[in-house]
């Protein structure tokens, strides 16, 4: 008895023990079911309602993407916030219907949207387009209480996830279902990533302001060859160069649009070019970002501020300071030390697995600095004007030899003691002169490593001779430059009217000529002239020429003294009455062939064209633009000898 009573209660307590598990095992299977449902809500879909929880998923899914790429295409941003659609000053009008943002514009403007703002930016987008797109046309039987939604958007690492934040029921076959536990969206995005790359960038930009360091950089080298007003330096020269401010800008528009495509940022995915454009690449924005593509990015057609000073309106000008020495020509000094201020957008592109998130922010340059530093303090670089780079330094001369032999290519004779100079980038290093030795004119030595390089030969009364070299990886290497000769030459300037009569200048007029040599192998121009006539103290000047070239002509005729002009419209914006000092008249712009023969004559002609003096702003502008008076009277444009 006592044996089968001990096996009933046995029997008993595995059956006790076999339902609190079996009771246990529901109840924590619940448990997890409750979390998957929260997790992966679609796989536990009742099935009446599988059909209509995967349209709304759907749609929404397809609707999410077009977000999450609009928000990526405008720096964070899908909705302007009204303050900022106002303000012409606080965004960027990529085309006639994007306007992305500045996230830094001006001296310390700061706008750069938060994750929390474009989750928010995602839920509008979501709900709004949800009202519109998903029509619910396949379940006209279902009856919805609600086909309005609030979604709740959270952009995580790696993925971005959509929620319902509000009710949604449907009736199906008189069964009530709550959507909004099932409905959800989640998909794959580096959107967060790619946000705080750009956040990284731009607390780089705040703190220092490499890209206007960079800017001036670009600047200086593209000023060495005076293209445009150098930053500093000085010449000994009579007939100094000048530069018309609308012509300079447009040459930096130009310039900027080619050259900023190639800033780089360290040790990122870009950075693979950075052993020949290290002038271009900027440090201390990540530790290590191989997995994305930089790129930044200014269209000539995106806006352009520009001052330059010092400048007389609109005629830039070195200062001269003249010494008039007894029985001794006439010595003049030229100093050339102009500043820059500079404003315009540049849109920094960032790439991840086909994923593009960009935005712009404005470059502002304020006499040559980063204008957001000048206040504070501007943190020493790489490198610095006015000392030697670790590029120029002779320890750095690693190429195997080059030879250059120079000869004066009229007389076929040696010449002696031309500055080679070796351009590489930014940065210009002067490598020696060539000595004559053994009837030759030589230098022959080791150069600085660099691709794409160019040498350049300089020497008093003849053109520059410039050639491309590279010297990573080469073997020794001759360098054949036969330098043109300049010919000194008077020009005069005569007036043209419209109807053809010519006249030379008047008392109160000037004009400034240039000669740009055109550069048919490198593009550009390779040199360029000017000389201002006044026609009531100099009405001819002197200027060095080379012949058996090409050059671009262009003039300004100025007037000196102050008109008044009648108001109008000018390119659609209506111009009140002015009054101008040293008002345009006209000028010339053509390009001409100049040969040997030719500079044989002993005066050169310029034949500029004047509709006379403006008596409205829109003849006013017209007569400034030398493209305009090109259009109209370009056969009466032209050269002539006596």
């Not at 030899?401 to 007389?411: A, R």
């Not at 090409?550 to 914006?573: F, M």
């Not at 209506?574 to 009054?579: A, F, S, V």
Request: charged share 25%; glycine share 6%; with cysteine.
């Amino acid at each position: 008895m006592k044996k089968g009573q001990a096996t009933i209660f046995i029997i008993a307590g595995l059956v006790i023990l076999f339902v609190a598990f079996f009771i246990g095992y529901l109840q924590s299977e619940n448990f997890r079911n409750k979390i998957e449902s929260g997790l992966f809500k679609s796989r536990t879909v009742p099935e009446q309602a599988q059909g209509v929880i995967s349209y709304i998923n759907s749609c929404i899914d397809s609707i999410l993407n077009d977000g999450v790429e609009l928000i990526s295409y405008q720096g964070g941003y899908i909705y302007i916030p009204d303050e900022i659609r106002i303000n012409p000053r606080r965004y960027l009008q990529t085309d006639l219907l994007h306007r992305i943002p500045y996230w830094l514009y001006g001296k310390d403007g700061i706008k750069v949207p938060s994750i929390k703002e474009m989750e928010e930016q995602l839920e509008r987008y979501v709900d709004e387009r949800f009202t519109e797109d998903c029509e619910f046309t396949d379940f006209l039987d279902y009856e919805f209480d609600n086909k309005n939604i609030e979604s709740d958007v959270s952009i995580n690492e790696d993925s971005i996830t959509m929620t319902l934040d509000s009710s949604m029921n449907v009736v199906i076959k008189e069964d009530l279902f709550s959507l909004q536990d099932y409905v959800v969206v989640e998909k794959r995005s580096n959107l967060k990533f790619l946000y705080d790359a750009a956040v990284d960038i731009i607390n780089r930009e705040i703190d220092n302001s490499p890209v206007e360091f960079v800017t001036m950089n670009l600047i200086s080298t593209y000023a060495s060859d005076r293209s445009i007003p150098p930053v500093a330096g000085f010449e000994f020269s009579c007939n100094p160069k000048t530069w018309i401010i609308d012509e300079v800008a447009a040459n930096l528009r130009n310039y900027l649009g080619d050259r900023l495509r190639y800033i780089q940022i360290e040790n990122t995915n870009l950075d693979e070019l950075n052993a020949y454009y290290r002038n271009l690449l900027i440090d201390k924005v990540f530790f290590s970002r191989k997995d994305i593509d930089i790129d930044f990015e200014y269209l000539t057609d995106w806006p352009l501020l520009v001052e330059i000073y010092p400048n007389d309106g609109r005629l830039l000008k070195p200062n001269t300071l003249k010494f008039g020495i007894p029985f001794l020509p006439l010595l003049c000094l030229n100093t050339y030390d102009f500043r820059y201020s500079l404003q315009f957008p540049l849109m920094t592109l960032i790439e991840k697995d086909g994923e593009i998130f960009r935005f712009p922010f404005e470059v502002y340059i304020l006499d040559n600095y980063g204008a957001r530093q000048i206040s504070g303090q501007i943190e020493d670089f790489d490198y610095e004007e006015g000392k030697e780079s670790n590029f120029c330094n002779t320890g750095q001369r690693l190429s195997n030899e080059v030879k250059i032999t120079t000869q004066d290519l009229t007389t076929g004779n040696e010449l002696g003691d031309v500055q080679v100079n070796y351009q590489c980038g930014l940065f210009n290093c002067l490598l020696g002169e060539t000595k004559i030795k053994n009837f030759e004119a030589v230098l022959d030595e080791k150069f600085p490593l660099c691709v794409n390089g160019k040498i350049r030969l300089n020497k008093e009364g003849y053109a520059e001779f410039v050639h491309e070299i590279s010297t990573l990886d080469e073997s020794r290497q001759t360098i054949f430059a036969q330098m043109k000769p300049m010919i000194e030459k008077d020009i005069i300037v005569r007036v043209v009217d419209v109807e053809g009569n010519t006249r030379d200048l008047l008392d109160n007029e000037e004009v400034s000529v240039q000669f740009n040599m055109i550069d048919k192998q490198f593009g550009g121009f390779k040199d360029q002239r000017a000389a201002v006539l006044d026609g009531k103290e100099n009405k001819i000047q002197k200027i060095e020429l080379v012949p058996e070239e090409e050059y671009e002509i262009t003039a300004n005729l100025i007037l000196n003294q102050k008109i008044s002009l009648d108001g109008g419209i000018v390119q659609g914006q209506e111009i009140g009455k002015q009054e101008v000092e040293n008002a345009f008249l006209g000028g010339a712009k053509f390009t001409q062939y100049i040969t040997d023969g030719e500079l044989k004559n002993n005066k050169i002609i310029i034949y500029i064209v004047s509709e006379g003096i403006p008596k409205n702003v829109l003849q006013y502008f017209d007569a400034s633009d030398v493209n305009i008076l090109a259009e109209k009277y370009g056969d009466l444009m032209r050269i002539g000898y006596e």
